[in-house]
């Protein structure tokens, strides 16, 4: 499910919910049978689905999850309300709510991502090149933060939606000007082709953008890491806890 769905997410950003129904129906099938053998209790599995839901949810109402992120880890509940018997990740930690260890460990590799671009940014400044050309205005931790969330580009190879949006827009008649934007809109594409089509129409050549992240992707690997290493971030916090 993860491998097919994190494929088609790079490629179009899209997945249809039926993939999800159709996993998630196999898992209800197998929880159900866990329940009538007594390897699982009812009450268990509902609690479990109900809280990942809720918190599945509430991210994507926040903008942090895309509707297929949210629809994944509901699917995820439903399929591993306990973790995979028979396995023992070499951290020796998982959290008794399993989906709860693929929430961290998928937050932590999608987080991960913004030191790749912050080095990537950095590099780019050491060679020479100039990151905020025309943008000299803003202030230096809103320049940080487009580092960490950001890449320039020529203007004319941007993709635009669904896979980059614009991270900086044209100014105004009542701000003169390009300024940076800290978080695109991206459920406005339309806005999101003017700004770039208005960009280089005023001889912008290139420009700060966000690419979406395949955040089915990162759910992915932190499933391999659930089941290889366990739950990384309370295997961290761990000594800080119990010594």
């Not at 990537?120 to 933060?145: C, H, I, M, P, Y």
């Not at 280089?200 to 050549?205: F, L, M, N, Q």
Request: aromatic share 12%; glycine share 10%.
């Amino acid at each position: 499910m993860l491998g097919y769905t994190s494929w088609v997410d790079l490629k179009t950003r899209e997945i249809y919910d039926m993939v999800w129904l159709v996993f998630g129906g196999l898992g209800l099938i197998i929880a159900l049978y866990e329940v009538y053998t007594g390897s699982l209790t009812l009450v268990w599995f509902v609690a479990v689905v109900l809280i990942s839901s809720a918190i599945s949810i509430g991210l994507g109402y926040l903008g942090l999850f895309g509707g297929a992120d949210v629809l994944a880890f509901i699917a995820l509940a439903v399929l591993h309300p306990t973790s995979p018997r028979g396995l023992e990740p070499s951290l020796g930690i998982v959290s008794p709510l399993f989906p709860l260890t693929l929430f961290s460990n998928s937050a932590i590799c999608g987080a991960s991502f913004s030191l790749v671009l912050l080095v990537r940014n950095l590099a780019s400044t050491l060679q020479g090149r100039n990151l905020f050309s025309g943008l000299e205005d803003e202030s230096t931790w809103r320049k940080l933060v487009v580092m960490f969330t950001g890449i320039k580009m020529e203007v004319g190879s941007v993709r635009g939606p669904p896979f980059q949006y614009p991270l900086e827009v044209p100014g105004t008649e009542e701000m003169q000007g390009r300024r940076l934007i800290l978080m695109p809109d991206i459920q406005d594409d339309d806005s999101a082709v003017e700004v770039f089509t208005t960009l280089e129409a005023s001889g912008v050549e290139e420009v700060w953008v966000s690419n979406t992240l395949p955040f089915l992707v990162y759910i992915a690997i932190g499933y391999v890491l659930a089941l290889a290493l366990g739950d990384i971030a309370l295997a961290t916090l761990k000594p800080f806890f119990l010594g």
